[in-house]
């Protein structure tokens, strides 16, 4: 079974930190997403990337930024965390069309 | 009108009943639809994909329906088990990116 582990289950920062979500799949997949999970909202994407050193903007990539420096590893950056982006994060891949997988998400709290 | 549309429910329904859900998707050019059973505070896990031709897994059904723009996912002989919120999710031709809808809440009760 593909395994994709987000670094951290919890997290809580301060406004202004600069933080760094991880993510990590190990069936090569070529795409990887960020997804933030909020209630009423749903499932709203951050970035996405198909390839290594690539990425491209979702619904709501303002704030967010994203490094894939190598294909099993897709990094999500908070350059400056504010309370509203108090959310579940959910890290997902796949190959081609195929289905996610996601990750267990990362609980982030910003105060 | 949102990309996907699914009624967020909670569907309260007794042990060994049948539901059924429906998912709406606006994107004509839709090419690829799944769903996804997700628990309270985890991931998101996928149950099954959905085939124009309709398919079954055990107790699970589902079906496309191309002319009227909605999947449905099909559940006989519920069990509490089934208790959690689903998820449908809607691939456009030309990309590898999904559009989830907010979820669908089940009960199933004693």
């Known amino acids: 079974d593909v395994k994709v582990t987000q670094s951290s289950r919890y997290l809580v920062k301060r406004t202004g930190e600069k933080v760094f979500l991880e993510c990590v799949q190990d069936m090569d997949h070529e795409n990887m997403f960020w997804y933030r999970q909020d209630p009423g909202l749903g499932l709203r994407l951050i970035y996405f990337s198909y390839d290594v050193k690539m990425k491209e903007k979702g619904d709501i990539p303002e704030g967010y930024s994203v490094s894939r420096e190598k294909k099993e590893r897709f990094s999500l950056i908070l350059e400056s965390a504010s309370t509203n982006q108090t959310s579940m994060y959910l890290c997902a891949s796949s190959l081609k069309g195929n289905g996610y997988t996601f990750g267990s998400g990362t609980r982030l709290t910003v105060v | 009108r949102k990309e996907v549309e699914q009624d967020p429910g909670p569907f309260n329904v007794p042990e060994g009943a049948t539901v059924a859900f429906n998912c709406t998707y606006s994107n004509s050019a839709s090419q690829s639809f799944f769903w996804y059973r997700q628990d309270c505070r985890k991931e998101p896990k996928l149950l099954m994909s959905?085939?124009?031709s309709g398919n079954e897994d055990g107790r699970f059904t589902a079906q496309l329906n191309r002319a009227s723009q909605y999947i449905s996912l099909l559940i006989r002989d519920s069990k509490l088990s089934d208790s959690a919120t689903y998820l449908c999710a809607v691939r456009t031709s030309g990309t590898y990116k999904y559009i989830f809808g907010t979820g669908t809440r089940l009960k199933v009760l004693a």
């Open positions: 959905v085939y124009s």
